[in-house]
Every structure is written in structure tokens, then in C-alpha cells.
T-cell receptor, first 114, second 117 residues
Framework: QKEVEQDPGPLSVPEGAIVSLNCTYSNSAFQYFMWYRQYSRKGPELLMYTYSSGNKEDGRFTAQVDKSSKYISLFIRDSQPSDSATYLCAMSDAGGTSYGKLTFGQGTILTVHP | DSGVTQTPKHLITATGQRVTLRCSPRSGDLSVYWYQQSLDQGLQFLIQYYNGEERAKGNILERFSAQQFPDLHSELNLSSLELGDSALYFC????????????????FGEGSWLTVV
């Protein structure tokens, strides 16, 4: 079983829809949670960063972390065709032995059609 | 543009050969990370260097090695290449050695596409 599970999709939604992306994890030591967006043949770019449980909002993006359920989500409001990309969740226990290691989910391929 | 520079962008080589991938971190970043991305395994952490010293090691094969030089650039050496080594290799960098604040999150380069034939 992988430490981080993410449904690869693909997910196809109409422009303007609310998109929900999710990851589950098994390592209770994870404390830092990130969402990256990766366009085709490009490097992942950081979208959201969250520490521990709770919600964080940044423009059209909202990240949620539920450590009790080991479940994190990314919501995209008013989705745009430019949001079409692969979304990767990533996690770290930072202060543990893994130092700077990020553990990634498989990524969800999202297409927003006009 | 993340500020992390990787060369070459694309590389095609034969099985059994050796290649070197190069990375220049963002200005001011002391940590360099190498990740491998393949279709079946996703993004996998290989190794981390901080200010010239190895800091953390992931599932890096013995055929692979890396180093960080005094000017902070890093090289990933892949030897005795196999078909299964074909992947996108990312370099990333961050300010410090440990993740834990937004300031010390990691930023990825555009990657080096390696195709082994």
C-alpha cells in the first residue's frame, strides 16, 4: 500500500464548475501538506501549503486537511480552462528523519472544458 | 519560472551508458533535491543535499549518484542505464535543509527527460 493515495482520474468538468481533489495517507507523522500543479512536460509548481489540520483559502483555491481522517482536499471554485493540469498532493513530516523529503500522490489529471 | 535551472532538457541514450544531469538551484537556496517521475511510480524522492553534504536519501539506486559542489550546483549521475530508467528527472531547491515553513517549501525545475533505448 502506498503512503499517499490519490485518484488519478481523469476528471473532466465544464468551465465554472467547483472541482474537488482528494488524497488519503497512512503516515500519521505527516504534518505539512502541499498541493502542486503540473502542466504537461513542466515542473510541478506550488499552489497551496498547509500545516496540520484546518482550512486555507487563496483566491479560487481552498485546501482542507483532516488529520483525524488522514484526508486532504483541494477545492477549485469557478474553474477555468487554464486550470487544466495534473494536481499532485505532497506531504512531509519535516522534523522527523525524512528532512526535506516530500511524498507525493500519483496526481489527478484535470480537464476543464469551455 | 521557478528559478531552478536544469540541463539538458532532453537526452536519448543507449542501455549501459552513463549520463550526467545538471542543476542550478534558485539564488540563495542551499538545499538541492532530486526526484524521478515515471508513469508507473509517480514522483519519487531520490536524494537531498544541503550546502554540499548529503542530507537525506530516498529510493536511489546504487547505479545512481549525486553531488553538490561548492557553488551549490548539483549533478545527478546515472550509470549502466536500463530501459526502466527512462523518466523525467527533476531537480528542486529550497532555502534550508528541512521543510516546515512556507518559506522553506521546495521549488522544482522544468526537468530533464531521459529516454534509454
Amino acid at each position: 500500500q502506498k503512503e499517499v493515495e490519490q485518484d488519478p482520474g481523469p476528471l473532466s468538468v465544464p468551465e465554472g464548475a467547483i472541482v474537488s481533489l482528494n488524497c488519503t495517507y497512512s503516515n500519521s507523522a505527516f504534518q505539512y501538506f502541499m498541493w502542486y500543479r503540473q502542466y504537461s512536460r513542466k515542473g510541478p509548481e506550488l499552489l497551496m501549503y498547509t500545516y496540520s489540520s484546518g482550512n486555507k483559502e487563496d483566491g479560487r483555491f481552498t485546501a482542507q486537511v483532516d488529520k483525524s481522517s488522514k484526508y486532504i482536499s483541494l477545492f477549485i471554485r469557478d474553474s477555468q480552462p487554464s486550470d487544466s493540469a495534473t494536481y499532485l498532493c505532497a506531504m512531509s513530516d519535516a522534523g522527523g528523519t525524512s528532512y526535506g523529503k516530500l511524498t507525493f500522490g500519483q496526481g489527478t489529471i484535470l480537464t476543464v472544458h469551455p | 519560472d521557478s528559478g531552478v535551472t536544469q540541463t539538458p532538457k532532453h537526452l536519448i541514450t543507449a542501455t549501459g551508458q552513463r549520463v550526467t544531469l545538471r542543476c542550478s538551484p534558485r539564488s540563495g537556496d542551499l538545499s538541492v533535491y532530486w526526484y524521478q517521475q515515471s508513469l508507473d511510480q509517480g514522483l519519487q524522492f531520490l536524494i537531498q543535499y544541503y550546502n554540499g553534504e548529503e542530507r537525506a536519501k530516498g529510493n536511489i539506486l546504487e547505479r545512481f549518484s549525486a553531488q553538490q559542489f561548492p557553488d551549490l550546483h548539483s549533478e545527478l549521475n546515472l550509470s549502466s542505464l536500463e530501459l526502466g530508467d527512462s523518466a523525467l528527472y527533476f531537480c528542486a531547491s529550497s532555502v534550508g535543509p528541512e521543510l516546515g515553513t512556507k518559506r522553506n517549501t521546495i521549488y522544482f525545475g522544468e526537468g530533464s527527460w531521459l529516454t534509454v533505448v
